[in-house]
């Protein structure tokens, strides 16, 4: 008889799998978010929305407004939403940059080189340890953005495949790596000082002269990465794998790498491309590595946010990838001419036909969700009831954690939450002794471990059709139940870490400390 874990896993996937279409379910919330926001506007809540504050000029709050629900059914709003539309669609984060690094991937996928690559790895790469290899790769692919959702999560589809392990494990370990440990990275990420900012502005709401260092949390996480990649390895392989092999394989079989002896061609190419990626990567050194670098911001960083080499990443992808699979091609003779070149990049954006449909329908969901302040209120909300339960110091950490992890199945962006967030949660701890560096610590724990489960990331539309490149019948439910295991697990242990690493009293990370003052 089958545990009763993994019959809850089935129930979750035949439940999951019996609402419409993603696209479908995608309307469907857009039609429910016109109703309950026209339903909501004429109420007039107390919780302000700390994205009104005024301050002045030694850091106090002049005003702000209540927050307010904005009906999305009126004229107005209706118009506006029709005048959008196609430049809501266009402007839909995830869609450039999937087809943009798809672009280049998908074109050395098509000539051999990535296979080439891989053969290589699995050589060298035993079996037994292929999951933790991945899912470092994939929470180091965090300093990057989100280009590990479409370079790391279909890599590891392919990896399992080539290793004769099922493809939708692999998924789901990068997928867990990248956005499920999406707070756990030893090197520092975009991440950082996006939710630095937001938590040295809440903290100078009681004391303005308190500053926040953008790594104030880099120790925790790193060390978060061995407890992501022991928790995920176990999830994986004693989990979701066994779960799994009653799954049957029906995608396209052939287009999957073998674990064959690289021929001479094969090796003779693959060195050619790694030699022109590595050329490339060169070139980029030192052109980024000079003060005055165009890579660089006007303070000279080239990591911040908004560094034109930050906002380069996707289309370095696609030419450190394009460029090799290319030298490859002709060196094996994969790529006869440039018309080989086309054709395999046009035959890569083939595939992804569906996922453009799921994206219109989510892209229109996400603005009107977004324009409704629904989401925000409901977090809102949330955060007063937590902080009137007037809990001691350790339990108001674990319910910032719970909390933060429930509001993110409702507000995907973690910079966007934190917004919301901060300004509460960060002076209700430091009125009763906690750091706002503690306070961010738990919000990303909880922020992370949920966000592999919700149908709202806008990456979730996507990992959906990797896995159909595999599982042609896979669907939200599938994506859910394979991601439930580690989003509970993560959350779990992710939380009772945090608390161990603060009774310990190991530090945060740079001029971070967990009381106040």
Same mark, same amino acid.
């Given at each position: 008889?089958?545990?009763?874990?993994?019959?809850?896993?089935? &129930? =979750?996937?035949? /439940?999951?799998?019996?609402?419409? +279409?993603?696209?479908?379910?995608? %309307? *469907?919330? @857009? $039609?429910?978010?016109?109703?309950?926001?026209?339903?909501?506007?004429?109420?007039?809540?107390?919780?302000?929305?700390?994205?009104?504050?005024?301050?002045?000029?030694?850091?106090?709050?002049?005003?702000?407004?209540?927050?307010?629900?904005?009906?999305?059914?009126?004229?107005?709003?209706?118009?506006?939403?029709?005048?959008?539309?196609?430049?809501?669609?266009?402007?839909?984060?995830?869609?450039?940059?999937?087809?943009?690094?798809?672009?280049?991937?998908?074109?050395?996928?098509?000539?051999?080189?990535?296979?080439?690559?891989?053969?290589?790895?699995?050589?060298?790469?035993?079996?037994?340890?292929?999951?933790?290899?991945?899912? &470092? =790769?994939?929470? /180091?692919?965090?300093?990057?953005? +989100?280009?590990?959702?479409?370079? %790391? *999560?279909? @890599? $590891?589809?392919?990896?399992?495949?080539?290793?004769?392990?099922?493809?939708?494990?692999?998924?789901?370990?990068?997928?867990?790596?990248?956005?499920?440990?999406?707070?756990?990275?030893?090197?520092?990420?975009?991440?950082?000082?996006?939710?630095?900012?937001?938590?040295?502005?809440?903290?100078?709401?009681?004391?303005?002269?308190?500053?926040?260092?953008?790594?104030?949390?880099?120790?925790?996480?790193?060390?978060?990465?061995?407890?992501?990649?022991?928790?995920?390895?176990?999830?994986?392989?004693?989990?979701?794998?066994?779960?799994?092999?009653?799954?049957?394989?029906?995608?396209?079989?052939?287009?999957?790498?073998?674990?064959?002896?690289?021929?001479?061609?094969?090796?003779?190419?693959?060195?050619?491309?790694?030699?022109?990626?590595?050329?490339?990567?060169?070139?980029?050194?030192?052109?980024?590595?000079?003060?005055?670098?165009?890579?660089?911001?006007?303070?000279?960083?080239?990591?911040?946010?908004?560094?034109?080499?930050?906002?380069?990443?996707?289309?370095?992808?696609?030419?450190?990838?394009?460029?090799?699979?290319?030298?490859?091609?002709?060196?094996?003779?994969?790529?006869?001419?440039?018309?080989?070149?086309?054709?395999?990049?046009?035959?890569?954006?083939?595939?992804?036909?569906?996922?453009?449909?799921?994206?219109?329908?989510?892209?229109?969901?996400?603005?009107?969700?977004?324009?409704?302040?629904?989401?925000?209120?409901?977090?809102?909300?949330?955060?007063?009831?937590?902080?009137?339960?007037?809990?001691?110091?350790?339990?108001?950490?674990?319910?910032?954690?719970?909390?933060?992890?429930?509001?993110?199945?409702?507000?995907?962006?973690?910079?966007?939450?934190?917004?919301?967030?901060?300004?509460?949660?960060?002076?209700?701890?430091?009125?009763?002794?906690?750091?706002?560096?503690?306070?961010?610590?738990?919000?990303?724990?909880?922020?992370?471990?949920?966000?592999?489960?919700?149908?709202?990331?806008?990456?979730?539309?996507?990992?959906?059709?990797?896995?159909?490149?595999?599982?042609?019948?896979?669907?939200?439910?599938?994506?859910?139940?394979?991601?439930?295991?580690?989003?509970?697990?993560?959350?779990?242990?992710?939380?009772?870490?945090?608390?161990?690493?603060?009774?310990?009293?190991?530090?945060?990370?740079?001029?971070?400390?967990?009381?106040?003052?």
């Amino acid at each position: 008889m089958r545990p009763w874990s993994q019959r809850a896993l089935d &129930l =979750v996937e035949w /439940l999951g799998n019996k609402l419409p +279409d993603p696209a479908v379910l995608f %309307v *469907i919330a @857009l $039609g429910l978010t016109w109703l309950i926001s026209a339903a909501l506007a004429p109420v007039e809540f107390e919780e302000l929305d700390p994205r009104t504050v005024v301050k002045g000029p030694s850091g106090e709050t002049v005003s702000a407004a209540p927050i307010r629900v904005k009906s999305q059914l009126s004229g107005e709003a209706l118009v506006t939403f029709l005048a959008r539309m196609v430049k809501t669609f266009v402007e839909f984060p995830p869609l450039g940059v999937v087809l943009v690094a798809l672009l280049g991937v998908g074109g050395a996928e098509q000539t051999g080189f990535i296979n080439a690559g891989l053969k290589a790895l699995l050589r060298v790469t035993s079996r037994r340890y292929l999951t933790p290899m991945v899912l &470092l =790769v994939a929470i /180091l692919s965090h300093s990057t953005g +989100d280009a590990g959702y479409v370079l %790391v *999560i279909p @890599l $590891g589809g392919i990896i399992y495949a080539a290793a004769g392990r099922h493809p939708l494990a692999g998924i789901g370990a990068t997928f867990a790596g990248v956005s499920g440990g999406f707070s756990a990275n030893f090197l520092p990420s975009l991440l950082d000082p996006l939710l630095q900012g937001f938590t040295q502005s809440a903290a100078q709401i009681l004391a303005p002269e308190r500053t926040v260092n953008p790594l104030c949390n880099w120790y925790f996480t790193s060390c978060s990465c061995v407890l992501v990649i022991a928790v995920g390895w176990f999830v994986t392989d004693r989990i979701v794998e066994p779960r799994l092999r009653a799954v049957a394989v029906d995608g396209d079989l052939a287009a999957l790498p073998r674990l064959d002896d690289l021929s001479g061609s094969e090796r003779r190419g693959l060195w050619l491309g790694l030699g022109a990626m590595g050329l490339g990567l060169g070139v980029l050194g030192l052109t980024a590595a000079p003060s005055d670098s165009p890579f660089r911001s006007p303070a000279g960083a080239l990591t911040a946010h908004g560094a034109p080499l930050m906002d380069s990443i996707v289309p370095l992808i696609f030419l450190l990838f394009m460029v090799p699979g290319v030298v490859y091609g002709y060196a094996t003779g994969t790529v006869k001419g440039h018309r080989d070149i086309i054709s395999g990049m046009s035959k890569t954006m083939s595939t992804m036909g569906y996922y453009l449909v799921m994206a219109f329908a989510a892209a229109q969901f996400t603005y009107v969700f977004r324009e409704s302040n629904v989401g925000a209120l409901l977090a809102l909300k949330g955060a007063r009831w937590l902080e009137g339960l007037g809990l001691p110091g350790q339990a108001t950490i674990v319910g910032i954690v719970l909390l933060s992890s429930v509001v993110n199945l409702l507000v995907g962006s973690a910079s966007a939450k934190w917004a919301l967030l901060g300004p509460i949660f960060v002076p209700m701890l430091m009125e009763v002794g906690l750091s706002p560096e503690l306070t961010q610590a738990a919000y990303r724990v909880g922020d992370s471990s949920t966000n592999i489960i919700t149908p709202l990331l806008p990456y979730f539309p996507l990992i959906v059709v990797y896995c159909q490149r595999y599982v042609k019948g896979t669907g939200i439910g599938t994506l859910v139940s394979l991601m439930l295991p580690y989003s509970v697990s993560f959350l779990a242990t992710w939380t009772v870490f945090l608390l161990v690493y603060w009774g310990l009293g190991l530090p945060l990370g740079l001029q971070a400390s967990y009381v106040y003052p």
